[in-house]
């Protein structure tokens, strides 16, 4: 019992790491190309553009410059499902790092994940729950075929699209309490 307890920490922690570098690559791969856009020349203009703009802005950017500044060699892409398919995967992965995940339980260890939001109207709205890790998995799964966003192929991109985002909503979906303000 002790050791299917640590492959579940294991797995959990491997999980929110293949989250965080996937996502990485996606946000790093959207930098490089709106640089080659741009026509810009230096290595670092990736790191550049990086640094200056939100994940939101270089898509925004990137789908605004794409259709007119393509080089003739890129494939066309559908720009409404690129969009859609960067912004899903940033709110993927910002479940995931902008929880608390935390162990419960005296005899058998239970992961749990735990995200606090003051956006509500009620005030404090907490949402607390058991981790699925099996939806961390398949997350990860999704995104980094996501990562591939750049190729035109526009069926599998909606397809793990709305896979990342029935994933999103189940992570997200656990038992919530408000506290009054």
Request: glycine share 4%.
């Amino acid at each position: 019992m002790y050791n299917d307890e640590l492959i579940k920490t294991d797995k959990l922690k491997i999980a929110i790491g293949d989250t965080v570098i996937s996502f990485q690559f996606i946000e790093n791969d959207l930098a490089y190309f709106i640089g080659k856009l741009l026509m810009l020349k230096e290595d670092k203009d990736v790191y550049r553009i990086s640094a200056a703009m939100s994940f939101k802005q270089k898509v925004d950017f990137f789908c605004e410059i794409y259709p007119t500044r393509r080089w003739k060699d890129w494939p066309e892409m559908n720009i409404k499902a690129v969009k859609n398919s960067l912004v899903a995967a940033e709110e993927f992965r910002n479940s995931v790092v902008h929880s608390f995940w935390y162990v419960s339980g005296k005899r058998k260890i239970v992961w749990m994940r735990s995200k606090g939001s003051l956006r509500s109207k009620a005030g404090l709205n907490h949402v607390d729950g058991i981790a699925d890790i099996r939806a961390l998995e398949q997350g990860v799964e999704a995104l980094k075929k996501i990562g591939d966003w750049y190729l035109g192929k526009t069926e599998e991109l909606i397809t793990e699209t709305t896979k990342i985002k029935k994933l999103t909503k189940k992570l997200t979906r656990q038992v919530k309490f408000s506290a009054e303000r």
